[in-house]
């Protein structure tokens, strides 16, 4: 029998330690807890720092992706409410400098399109 598929998502604030604060870091850290539970996922391995979360997961790379997602979209929800802060992860600038350079984040699409099916 072959072990599942390992990932490791990172969500990382841009600025500043928010998780430095206990109530913030155990509100993420409740939610990814709550997040792999809702959707039938072994959270594997747990890391706080006071800027970031790193979770690996028994799942696929998408799924990962998934989770950090839902990870960020939740609490950056929490934190906006119970802080009054724009933003909990922070916010890339917006620009075509950094909303097509496929290389910051990679990502080479072309090898994507062009794998068999």
Sequence with gaps: MSEPERNTITLRALEGA???????????????????????????????????ITCTLACSRLAAIGFAAELRRITERWY???TG???????????????NDDED?????????????
């Design 105 to 117: 984040w990679g990502l080479n699409l072309d090898d994507w399109k062009n794998e068999p099916g």
């Design 18 to 52: 928010p998780l430095a604060e206990d109530n913030i870091r155990g509100m993420v850290v409740a939610s990814a807890n709550a997040i792999a539970e809702r959707n039938g996922v072994d959270l594997l391995y747990l890391r706080t720092k006071d800027d970031s």
């Design 85 to 99: 802060a724009s933003t909990l992860w922070g916010e890339l600038p917006t620009g075509s400098d950094i909303e």
């Design 80 to 82: 906006r409410q119970h």
